[in-house]
DNA sequence: GTCTATATCTCGATAGAC
DNA sequence: GTCTATCGAGATATAGAC
């Protein structure tokens, strides 16, 4: 970390008030959208007048870029490389299952905002996206490769690894968006919320390798994928 | 459908103009959210002047609860017992699935709306999906019903009926709310969706009824997967 | 039923005191 | 840096002609 020579006590209450600013308008953002949200609902989660606001982020579109900065160094941060050093791709997919599912739990609102930009669009976040693809360690890359390897090694049989991708995170993800009826649905989820996610990483991780158990004889179909 | 005694035409009109609005209205909150939506973009796409929104449904809030249950109704239309009849579970799943995503395909907004809603909270949306879900011919319960029915007699091995139907109804729905990154990502996807979607109904079918197979019979004798 | 014109109010943004 | 007070744009909602 660099350090600055503006006075210590300064920049600390700087940056704490500007995180918590953009902390709070994270949570109504992703909850309601751009246009939904409220600029005097954010101020009031954080804790401060709403003038504030306009002191730290001029105007309300850009407190919106800088939250999704923001949220998109949150996502680099926390997906390190942990899959790198994976032995197998056992290994590598249940560390990937049970850290995505971790990561989406602990920073719902991280992902909320994708989605509700998404629905609205996407042109925000398509472009970052696929810049954080672009980079070789990647973990969603890193998937691909390594399930295209493993392949290849006969360890699993040979599957379309973009739908085998969509297939793991769509199952990683969904659960959160629409967990209140989940939650209604099925009492454990409610009541052993923690217990009823590590069952989830199991069961998950269970059935994708299962479905991933190389077959004796038959082909199945496999289209072309590749560039 | 009962018959009213007023005029045909008349109430023809009506309807129209009113199903066009909820339509509208549709399409617009289900990407913005109901505060994010704006009363005249509904009315541009309806074709109409914003002052009739307000002569057939009073109010914002008015019409936002008159398009849930629109949605609503046309969830359970849409979502006919044709499950019913499968003669086994192999065959129940494939059918449900190519059901599931042919209907989120060709009601993209309805999804939005629900999964919006679930952002927002969810408060309108569960209680909703809970009473739909206490209906014997649900489609919903009678995959959990038959799931457990299967795994009973040995068709498929035991798996948590709601973890299962958690993936299932996640590898269905998720693809289409983040549609713009994975088109941007795989290009097929953007270049022949229909194409993509097809193969997506066979990847996730093969991949759940493999991940299904009973422990006792090995991969050596796989069932055909081709129709 | 459908429109134009207008009233009313909410929200984003600024000015200015401390 | 943080607040109170307020302005002005833009939104919902209504009135009234056709």
Redesign the pocket.
């Given at each position: 970390m660099p350090e600055s020579d503006t006075p210590q006590k300064?920049l600390d209450?700087?940056r704490d008030?500007e995180e918590k600013i953009l902390e709070a308008a994270l949570q109504i953002f992703s909850m309601k959208g751009k246009d939904g949200?409220?600029?005097?609902e954010i101020a009031d989660l954080a804790g401060?007048?709403?003038?504030?606001l306009?002191?730290y982020f001029?105007?309300?579109?850009g407190l919106y870029d800088k939250v999704f900065e923001y949220v998109i160094s949150k996502l680099v941060r926390s997906f390190g490389s942990s899959l790198q050093d994976a032995p197998d791709f056992e290994t590598l997919l249940r560390t990937f299952i049970s850290n995505y599912i971790d990561f989406v739990n602990g920073n719902l609102a991280v992902v909320r905002l994708m989605v509700t930009e998404h629905l609205a669009g996407g042109e925000r976040a398509t472009p970052r996206i696929m810049s954080m693809m672009q980079s070789a360690n990647a973990p969603l890359r890193l998937f691909v490769d390594r399930l295209r390897e493993a392949a290849s090694r006969g360890e699993i049989r040979h599957v379309d690894p973009y739908q085998t991708l969509i297939t793991v995170v769509s199952s990683c993800v969904f659960f959160f968006l629409v967990y209140p009826t989940v939650g209604a649905l099925v009492p454990l989820a409610r009541e052993q919320r923690d217990q009823f996610i590590e069952e989830r990483k199991q069961h998950l991780s269970d059935m994708l390798m299962r479905s991933l158990q190389p077959d004796g004889e038959s082909s199945t179909h496999m289209p072309p994928v590749d560039p």
């Open positions: 300064t209450a700087e008030t949200a409220r600029m005097h401060i007048n709403k003038a504030l306009h002191y001029r105007t309300k579109d």
